[in-house]
């Protein structure tokens, strides 16, 4: 059984916790997020420490309570620090380019992909091959970065595609031929 729920967040100096009506607010340094928490699920707030409770004992409420606690602390650290994905782009021919606040990459499609970033997450291209993501809100990022990354899936022959920079591909022999 996870005890990740009874696990107290502790919150940074410079960050503001706000919790009225079911709705947190977190603010800090990067910028604000705000979330509903579930009716079983009830937060208590001290000065630099949350704790996540709930209503009563049942599986399903011990399983929100570690989800709850977990979003309302990825939160926190998201204002306070941030969040980073790093995706890389293997292939001949395959490069990324950000033009605003759009990235746009040759796939080996017979066109280039435009893929507009959603409000909240900023991207850096560095060596027309890495893709670095960030942003304050961990959910958003990882399913922005996901997206990007299933436009091109990386393949197990030659390893080309878009693959996230800590993944590793486990790479397949190809036919041999037969004489």
């Given at each position: 059984m996870s005890?990740?729920?009874?696990?107290p967040i502790t919150v940074p100096g410079k960050t503001k916790i706000t919790y009225k009506d079911r709705v947190i607010t977190v603010q800090g340094e990067k910028g604000s997020l705000t979330r509903t928490i579930h009716p079983n699920i009830d937060l208590a707030i001290e000065k630099d420490v949350i704790t996540v409770t709930m209503a009563k004992e049942t599986q399903e409420n011990?399983?929100?309570?570690g989800l709850t606690r977990s979003l309302?602390?990825?939160?926190v650290i998201g204002v306070d620090k941030g969040?980073?994905?790093?995706?890389?782009?293997?292939?001949?021919?395959?490069?990324a380019s950000l033009s605003g606040n759009t990235l746009?990459?040759?796939?080996?499609?017979s066109h280039p992909v435009?893929?507009?970033?959603?409000?909240?997450?900023?991207?850096?291209?560095?060596?027309?091959?890495?893709?670095?993501l960030s942003g304050i809100n961990k959910e958003l990022l990882g399913q922005t970065a996901a997206s990007i990354r299933s436009l091109r899936p990386p393949e197990p022959y030659k390893?080309?595609?878009?693959?996230?920079?800590?993944?590793?591909?486990q790479r397949k022999a190809g036919k041999t031929g037969t004489k």
């Open positions: 005890r990740v729920g009874k696990k011990r399983a929100l309570q309302v602390a990825n939160m969040f980073e994905r790093v995706l890389e782009i293997n292939g001949i021919g395959y490069r746009v990459l040759n796939l080996g499609f435009n893929f507009e970033l959603p409000d909240g997450i900023a991207a850096k291209v560095d060596k027309n091959n890495t893709v670095t390893g080309k595609g878009i693959k996230y920079a800590e993944e590793y591909i």
